[in-house]
């Protein structure tokens, strides 16, 4: 492993899945606007066996990424799959031909995105699989998900799916998911400038549920912040580096998936799992969120 403990390693609650904290998201993999295929595909496919290389155990997806590509790629890349490696995937969405994101919740949409999933990562199973609620955007809103979280513990049930997690959820629609199955984890838009999940990842940390942000770097338009640049300067790191550190230091249950289509990103963001953040700099950094605009998301 490059970057000895790659954050630590974590264990899905109720499973046999144990990761390193630093993972890798692969929609960046995807072409522009996570649609259609990567203008160079073979360093999509040198990304994601750098990431193996290093040690990364942990690949978020989802089919609806290109829609397919994404997945394609992580089967031509790394197929047959290494021991030990966790596929999470999401399902929720769609994308028709004019690369809209839509909502695809209904029962035989669901299934047959599981089956879509399987086919191209060519997989039995999928490891984990987070219904991802469409809603405003990437932030959520509140109504029932029960319907939806019934058909997937159904297709835990027929051997489809091993554990299920929830993404771009409420607390309450955490609650309403857990009183049907067992929830292994949530991922919702999170990172050092962005905090409206603060409450809710320490009551997952409390459950010892997995909390996965996405958009640690800030997404489409990477994080840029004067405090996380001079901390970074200090610190002999990069700003991104920072922030993914901050991240780590944060609560024992945030696991990292950082996206990136290149292998110097990748290899830099690695990186950032034996960066160590002193308190004083946790509290500098703690600051950005508070002092950032207000961010729609
Ligand atoms: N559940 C959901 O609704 C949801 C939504 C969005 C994403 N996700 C998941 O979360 C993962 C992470 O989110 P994300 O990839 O959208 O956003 P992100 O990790 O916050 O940032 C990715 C962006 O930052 C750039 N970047 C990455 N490393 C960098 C570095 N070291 N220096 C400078 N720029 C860097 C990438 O460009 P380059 O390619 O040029 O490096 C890309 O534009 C995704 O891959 C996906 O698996 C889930």
Same mark, same amino acid.
């Given at each position: 492993m490059a970057e000895t403990t790659l954050g630590g390693s974590f264990t899905f609650p109720g499973t046999r899945f144990t990761v390193q904290r630093m993972g890798y998201g692969a929609m960046q993999l995807a072409g522009k606007g996570v649609f259609g295929p990567p203008k160079d595909p073979a360093a999509a496919v040198a990304v994601l066996r750098e990431a193996i290389a290093a040690g990364v155990n942990h690949i978020d997806t989802s089919d609806y990424y290109g829609p397919h590509v994404t997945n394609q790629i992580i089967r031509k890349a790394l197929h047959p799959y290494p021991k030990g490696l966790v596929l999470v995937t999401k399902l929720g969405g769609r994308r028709p031909p004019d690369g809209s994101w839509q909502r695809a919740i209904s029962p035989e949409e669901l299934t047959s995105a599981v089956h879509d999933n399987l086919r191209n990562l060519g997989?039995?199973?999928?490891?984990i699989a987070n219904y991802r609620v469409m809603g405003a955007g990437h932030g959520p809103e509140e109504g029932s998900i029960a319907e939806q979280v019934t058909v997937l513990a159904d297709l835990q049930r027929k051997g489809l799916i091993r554990h299920i997690g929830l993404s771009n959820v409420t607390a309450t629609q955490v609650a309403e998911a857990r009183a049907i199955t067992q929830i292994v984890c949530v991922q919702n838009y999170y990172n050092v400038a962005l905090r409206h999940d603060d409450a809710l990842i320490d009551d997952l940390a409390r459950e010892g549920i997995a909390y996965v942000p996405f *958009?640690?770097? #800030? #997404? *489409?338009?990477p994080l840029q912040s004067s405090t996380l640049s001079s901390v970074a300067s200090r610190l002999k790191a990069t700003p991104m580096q920072v922030a993914l550190a901050w991240l780590l230091h944060r609560s024992p249950n945030i696991l990292l998936i950082p996206g990136t289509s290149s292998v110097a990103h990748l290899r830099e963001n690695l990186a950032a799992a034996k960066l160590t953040l002193s308190p004083q700099t946790l509290a500098e950094l703690d600051k950005i969120a508070a002092e950032a605009a207000p961010v729609k998301h």
């Open positions: 997989l039995e199973a999928m490891d *958009f640690p770097l #800030g #997404g *489409f338009t």
